[in-house]
């Protein structure tokens, strides 16, 4: 039995072309396009490395929906055997399947994304019980591989490309949540018209997070804590 | 504008939605529970006039109307239209006092 699938050639613009891929059982969409390049057209180009969900590179679109390839069974995403595969939405194409990532990661740096101590070596550990409701908080989200599918997902960065987007304000939350972190200008870094507030929770990323994290439960928790500390006068 | 003032929009938007949602289940149940009987505009009138609680609640109600409806106005025009900027603020004001008028007015009529 044979697939059809309909890949996207090219950049910003391009169109589809059309491959017609072997069926066989337990077959991922990372299989049909590593077939397509392997034997059908060594110029296709596309981004993988792990193969098992763990490294996140290799997310593209397929039949309109976000998803890591490795991970999709043929099986549960082909319609009437065809198969549709674009690169992620919300990112610029670098060419066919490649999608150029920096702005993903460029936000999380400006979410205020990387661990700030408050403490040095010398001191005694910090002690955050398992069960607090802080670790808890953070732990509901710590998992993020950064594969872009919630990026890809959300409709707000769609229409306004300045915001910073589920991963990086759910990774700004793992942090505005952890008591041993000090950088207290991140909650004004994530707030405002580019940030949380512009959120409209379609749930969308939640939907779509392979990791099953919800970010907007964290965009939630980061509305809060920016109202809290607008209200203190600590914004 | 500002991360702060869009922080103090949020919080606003959710202030008035608070009130809005007691506001909003009061207005209908009264509307229901008044026409039931049959009464005549006449009669809700007799009821309304001079009535200072009711006063109290309509203008709240619409006062929360005036700043709930351009701050959810916003993001639309933002997202929908790409209207940005000082402009759009602008307009959004202007509506808001737009609602003030009309509902303080009607509530006048009803009240007064």
Known sequence: MMLKVHVWRGGAEGGLQTFEVPRYPSQTVLDVVTHIQRKLDPTLAYRYACRVGMCGSCAMTVNGVPRWTCRTHVDKVARADRLEIRPLRNLPVIRDLVTDMRMFFDKWERAGGHFEATSTKTDDFARVAPDSAERQAIDAGIECIGCGVCYAACDVVSWNPDYLGPAALNRAWTLVADSRDGNDKRLQAVAGDAGCHSCHTHLSCTERCPKHISPTAGIAGLKRAVAKAAMEGKL | ?112
């Open chain 2, 1 to 112: 504008m500002s991360y702060r003032a869009d922080t103090v929009l949020w919080i606003a938007q959710r202030a008035s939605a608070a009130v809005l949602a007691v506001s909003v289940t009061v207005h209908l149940v009264t509307i229901v529970f008044a026409v039931r009987g049959g009464l005549t505009a006449a009669e809700i009138f007799a009821r309304t006039r001079g009535s200072i609680g009711w006063l109290a609640f309509y203008m709240v109600f619409v006062l929360a109307v005036a700043v709930h409806a351009p701050i959810g106005l916003r993001p639309v025009m933002t997202e929908w239209l790409g209207w940005r900027g000082r402009s759009r603020d602008l307009v959004l004001v202007l509506f808001g006092a737009l609602l003030v008028w009309m509902g303080a007015r009607a509530v006048l009529v009803v009240f007064g």
